[in-house]
């Protein structure tokens, strides 16, 4: 069986005394390719090293909302070069949370597009972080001409998924699928085409059941998969491969 978890973290610092040690389990417990997603200079970085030290690794470079404020002329070139580097397959994670607005929202309009306009020009997906900013998301992304990538976490309802497939971006779930409260979730995986979805830890955030309340990391991708093949009456091992196929797809990765 094959697992890829297409977004994590293990530059957070609660992995800072194991990351090496979580990274090197992963293929016993069948996940076989996973991507660190950046959300500044240092975490691009540090998803660079750690793409060199795991072949089972990629990553991501770019600057999440919160650190949008921190985008300077210099860190937008830095973040330009390490999309040269073979092994990023993304610009991201990128977008609006005006939930805890840590950096201005005008800020962070301004250097979402300006990751977008890059990601168009170099041909590579994004990785789009959206949380209580859906209408000006939707509204620079449709300004976008050439637009590939994903809708992280995924928490919208079907009709935005509809609007998020008619752009041609893929939809992620993370641990968010296995809770019990889930409500839309559940529904737009039952809505999804199997083509367009993609699983995530987002770890070490967003624990899934049964595990809420401990550290996630890249291995429990297995019990969103779980969850999803339930949703799709499939078994795990095809609901794994039909994922691990669409994000080595839009990742346009190889192992």
């Known amino acids: 069986m094959r697992l890829f978890?297409?977004?994590?973290?293990?530059?957070?610092?609660?992995?800072?005394?194991?990351?090496?040690?979580?990274?090197?389990?992963?293929?016993?417990?069948?996940?076989?390719?996973a991507i660190n997603?950046?959300?500044?200079?240092?975490?691009?970085?540090?998803g660079q090293k750690l793409s060199r030290q795991f072949s089972n690794f990629r990553f991501a470079a770019g600057f999440h909302p919160h650190e949008a404020k921190d985008m300077t002329p210099e860190a937008f070139g830095e973040i330009r070069a390490l999309c040269d580097d073979p092994n990023c397959v993304a610009v991201g994670e990128i977008?609006?949370?005006?939930?805890?607005?840590?950096?201005?929202?005008?800020?962070?309009?301004?250097?979402?597009a300006q990751q977008l306009a890059l990601a168009a020009e170099l041909d590579m997906p994004v990785i789009i972080h959206e949380r209580e900013a859906?209408?000006?998301?939707?509204?620079?992304?449709?300004?976008?001409?050439?637009?590939?990538?994903?809708?992280?976490?995924?928490?919208?309802?079907?009709?935005?998924a509809k609007r998020c497939l008619d752009m041609g971006l893929y939809i992620s779930f993370g641990g968010a699928l296995t809770f019990k409260n889930a409500v839309n979730s559940p529904k737009v995986a039952a809505y999804l085409p199997h083509d367009r979805a993609l699983i995530e830890t987002d770890s070490p955030y967003m624990t899934p059941v049964p595990f809420r309340g401990k550290r996630n990391d890249p291995s429990l991708v297995r019990l969103?998969?779980?969850r999803l093949s339930e949703i799709w009456n499939s078994t795990l091992e095809e609901t794994a491969e039909q994922t691990f196929e669409n994000a080595a797809t839009l990742f346009k990765t190889e192992i």
């Open 5 to 33: 978890d297409t977004h994590c973290h293990l530059d957070d610092e609660r992995f800072s005394e194991d990351w090496q040690m979580v990274a090197a389990g992963l293929p016993d417990q069948d996940v076989l390719m």
């Open 37 to 46: 997603a950046g959300v500044d200079i240092p975490t691009s970085y540090f």
């Open 95 to 112: 977008g609006l949370d005006y939930h805890y607005d840590l950096s201005p929202r005008d800020v962070q309009k301004t250097v979402f």
């Open 134 to 160: 859906l209408q000006d998301t939707m509204d620079i992304l449709h300004s976008v001409k050439s637009l590939k990538g994903v809708f992280h976490c995924f928490s919208g309802s079907c009709e935005t």
């Open 224 to 226: 969103v998969a779980q």
